[in-house]
């Protein structure tokens, strides 16, 4: 049975809802459809499961670009509706007729709908009786054919029959949609009314994180053009190596800085400042799109050739007139030349079909204007995709945050998570060091206990910026020493407290048991996952099976994943940045800082604009 059917404008504003069904939903799937699935650029999908405390729901949809409407069905999963596609397109189309911009109440669509749902469920119904009585005279036509019996007229009924089952099957087509296979996920086709006329748009079933695992890993090497285009633009000056002193000065400046803390005394951070300098955190990046200009300039001067190619009158006709209406013809070519592009640029196979498909769904059906090209408006349409997904959608202010956790008298806690390798506990000095330029106490917590030199490491680090650093040693169990550094800041008044874990493979069971213990222990205010820009699509991997270990060995009824990410060695990766895109694409969670160096001072914010301008050219 349908539960609910919901029309309402891309802005938000409810236009219509049947007031027949008239039933409560149990939670929010309409608010987590719009939050989860259509602000991610996932609207492709050809529906989204939601689980709620004693019901579970499928939402399907369509779109009518044109009028910038969202029509969303729900009903019970347990439930195979046949009929649902149908009626939203039917729905669609009626609505779109009595549709006025400046009308808010659609009291006389009652009526219209109450005809149109009759109309999809006899079709629905007359489609399982097609089915029923067709199964078995194939069945029976298999039999004759094994049996050889020789009796003509039953051959004849037989195959006479199951011909007229096909093609009732063939007639009622288009209410099938894959769902004789049962499946919750229903991996249909979209339907979309354009001018009176169905146009299916080829959309796979709902985002599975499990199908990443299967990604092929692009590889993250720089490419040798754009480095020697930048070399041409602004030559560098050649650095010349210093001489060396033969004599027997004393030298200026020392390279040991394991001295203990008391030699220098406080004056180590002032003398670190001086060295180091402000933070890239705090320093406004400007981006320059001169470059992207001169690209452009030069993409259209080769591109003449593809437009002599397609006509010189076709082509400058079509773009004075304007099109009727885009339909999926005219955006396949944009769109596959799109999409090979995206995977240049290190952006995982599955997600950008997936966001070609959310972009085709966004502009089928769209009227093309006058003097523009498809390609530009798939561009566009594809860089407002991209900056609504790379965008954050809270608050990433983490200065704010631990001033209002000041104000409740406790630290905030920071957790940083990881495979082996990534810069974990480099990037956690970084972060301490920008810290403490905003006159934020910090306090670091070794809870590395797996890993030699892990403690002695941080140990140094510790020691350069001149923070507190809580330390058990080896051997010991990483949550109860997070909770003891927890308590020993909140007797000391540290404001923040910097928590150093081991890192571990995502599919090393007993560590991840171990990290899952640490948050659940601790509550921690932030759970960043460091990784590595370079490493391409295996980044994906490990940051959704992080969150899915996370998930699985929870004893919370709400476990707590992931909730920002950190990118590091972003200065080796060139143009290859599709690595940030695939894993805010496939969590959810922001990039809250970027490593792009090896000093103190080398973290910053990642620059959306900067990162959208490199993947689209």
Known sequence: MLEQLLIFTRGGLILWTCKELGNALRGSPIDTLIRSCLLEERSGAASYNYDAPGAAYTLKWTFHNELGLVFVAVYQRILHLLYVDDLLAMVKQGFSEIYDPKRMVYDDFDETFRQ?????????N???????????????????????????????????LAEDGEAERTKGHKLENGYSNGNHVVESKLTAVVNGKENASSNVGAFDVNKLQKLRSKGGKKTDTVANKGSKEEPKKKVTKKNRVWDEKP?????????????????????????????????????SSDSEDEED?????????????????????????????????????????????????????????????SVAASLEGKKLASFTRISSTVQAAMEEALVRILTPRRSIDILRDVHAAKEQKKPYVVVFVGVNGVGKSTNLAKVAYWLLQHKVSVMMAACDTFRSGAVEQLRTHARRLQIPIFEKGYEKDPAVVAKEAIQEA??????????????????????????????????????????????????????????????????????RLIDGILLTKFDTIDDKVGAALSMVYISGAPVMFVGCGQSYTDLKKLNVKSIVKTLIK
Do not use: H
Not at 251 to 280: C, H, R, W, Y
Not at 304 to 333: H, N, R, V
């Open 251 to 287: 030298t200026e400046a020392k390279l040991d800085f394991t001295d203990p803390v008391g030699e220098n005394g406080d004056n180590n951070i002032e003398v670190l400042a001086a060295d180091q300098g402000q933070s890239m955190m705090d320093k406004e990046e400007v981006f």
């Open 490 to 559: 909140s007797r000391n008044g540290s404001d923040v407290v910097l928590v150093d874990t081991a890192g571990r493979m995502q599919d090393n069971e007993p560590l991840m048991r171990a990290l899952s213990k640490l948050i659940n222990l601790n509550s921690p205010d932030l759970v960043l996952f460091v990784g590595e820009a370079l490493v391409g699509n295996d980044a994906v991997d490990q940051l959704s099976k992080f969150n899915q270990k996370l998930a699985d060995l929870s004893t919370s009824p709400q476990p």
């Open 297 to 357: 300039e030069d993409g259209d001067k080769g591109g003449k050739p593809d437009a002599k190619k397609k006509g010189w009158f076709s082509t400058m006709f079509q773009s004075i007139s304007g099109k009727a209406s885009l339909d999926k013809a005219d955006l396949e070519p944009a769109l596959k030349a799109l999409k090979d592009r995206l995977m240049t640029k290190n952006v995982a196979e599955e997600i950008a079909e997936k966001l070609c498909e």
């Open 116 to 124: 149109l749902r009759m109309e999809a469920e006899a079709r629905a």
């Open 126 to 160: 007359e489609l399982k009786k097609t089915k029923q009585v067709g199964k078995p005279l194939n069945n029976a036509r298999k039999q004759g054919q094994d049996k050889k019996t020789g009796f003509g007229e039953n051959k004849k009924s037989n195959s006479g």
